[in-house]
């Protein structure tokens, strides 16, 4: 049962790189998101996708492109990565309605060089 | 905006002592509200949750939190800290939608002592 999965675990770019950060979710979840992770600032949104077909940006949006590709899978796009998004990138779920709680993958640690 | 203090950056407890983590909330309505725990290197496991109903919620762990409506409180404690605690807590809260936006505080990270 493998929940959320994210794809890569590391990696590293030098600044005006391209890269896709890859999540699916076997659990049959409508809703799926996309948060970083920076010290001493929790997780912040990045965009989510409320269903199938829908996106829209979070708190911290510019920089990053998503693509909600199926029910299942949600990527998040750099198209020219910057040294301020060295961050640990978090895709999370739910199964969409109310009172229910977000499951989390393992996590992408960035650099960017 | 809603937001979520944390206003402990790090706490120190003792193995087999109690723990209490503080967490405010800022939102005009009450929030769905959760505790998340991050061991090093991995990702989010939710601890418990609180929807309405009764204050008290019991989570997994041992862990526990109490909602206070007066105070936009919800804290996390437990009796007896284990030294696997050891990690970084989050609080957060979404809004009352079919989806849900979490809203994280900056975290707590916990130290056990032995």
């Known amino acids: 049962n493998a929940g959320v999965t994210q794809t890569p675990k590391f990696q590293v770019l030098k600044t005006g790189q391209s890269m896709t950060l890859q999540c699916a979710q076997d659990?049959?979840?409508?809703?799926m998101y996309w948060y970083r992770q920076d010290p001493g600032m929790g997780l912040r949104l990045i965009y989510y996708?409320?269903?199938?077909?829908?996106?829209d940006k979070g708190e911290v949006p510019n920089g990053y492109n998503v693509s909600r590709l199926n029910k299942r899978e949600f990527s998040l796009r750099l198209e020219s990565a910057a040294p301020s998004q060295t961050s640990v990138y978090f895709c999370?779920?739910?199964?969409?309605?109310?009172?229910?709680?977000?499951?989390f993958g393992q996590g992408t640690r960035l650099t960017v060089v | 905006a809603q937001s979520v203090t944390q206003p402990d950056i790090h706490i120190t407890v003792s193995e087999g002592a109690s723990l209490e983590l503080r967490c405010n909330y800022s939102y005009g309505a009450t929030p769905y509200l959760f505790w998340y725990v991050q061991s090093p290197g991995q990702g989010l496991q939710l601890l418990l949750k609180?929807?309405?109903?009764?204050?008290l919620v019991q989570g997994i762990k041992g862990f526990e939190a109490e909602f206070k409506r007066s105070q936009s409180s919800f804290n996390l404690r437990k009796p007896s800290v284990h030294w696997s605690d050891a990690a970084e807590y989050f609080c957060a809260v979404a809004l009352n939608t079919g989806f849900q936006k979490l809203v994280f505080g900056t975290g707590t990270r916990l130290l056990v002592s032995p």
């Open positions: 609180y929807f309405s109903g009764d204050t």
């Open positions: 659990m049959n979840h409508n809703s």
């Open positions: 996708s409320a269903s199938e077909g829908t996106t």
């Open positions: 999370a779920s739910t199964p969409g309605g109310h009172r229910t709680a977000a499951f």
